[in-house]
Nanobody, 124 residues
């Protein structure tokens, strides 16, 4: 069952920006850690950015530090990812996820609820 719906993906040129959003479709999504992951066809899923429930602590993959920013609106259980200075290697399907059992020290493991994904394509 899809727990959330991502939006904001699309095709951009290198150096461009996109803002992804993740809105819940169930009442249980977004009550703990939230994160963005990405996956290229034929490869494993990679953690991109994670945020604690209170929004005070974030965690980023080295490849996106300084370019991406994760944020959340707990009133709406909605998650965002601002992506700037996009590179062709950022091309992937992006997924949002939440860890129903953890609210702090959020990393990239243990996520149990997932969205359906949105495609981001960056051309050189």
């Amino acid at each position: 069952q899809v727990q959330a719906v991502e939006s904001g993906g699309g095709s951009v040129q290198a150096g461009g920006s996109l803002r992804l959003s993740c809105a819940p479709t169930t009442s249980t999504f977004g009550r703990g850690c939230m994160a963005w992951f990405r996956q290229v066809s034929g490869k494993g899923r990679e953690g991109v950015a994670a945020i604690d429930y209170d929004g005070r602590s974030t965690n980023y993959a080295d490849s996106v530090k300084g370019r991406f920013a994760i944020s959340r609106d707990n009133a709406k259980n909605t998650l965002y990812l601002q992506m700037n200075n996009l590179k062709p290697e950022d091309t992937a399907m992006y997924y949002c996820a939440t860890d129903s059992w953890r609210s702090s020290s959020c990393g990239f493991s243990g996520y149990d609820l997932w969205g359906q994904g949105t495609q981001v394509t960056v051309s050189a």
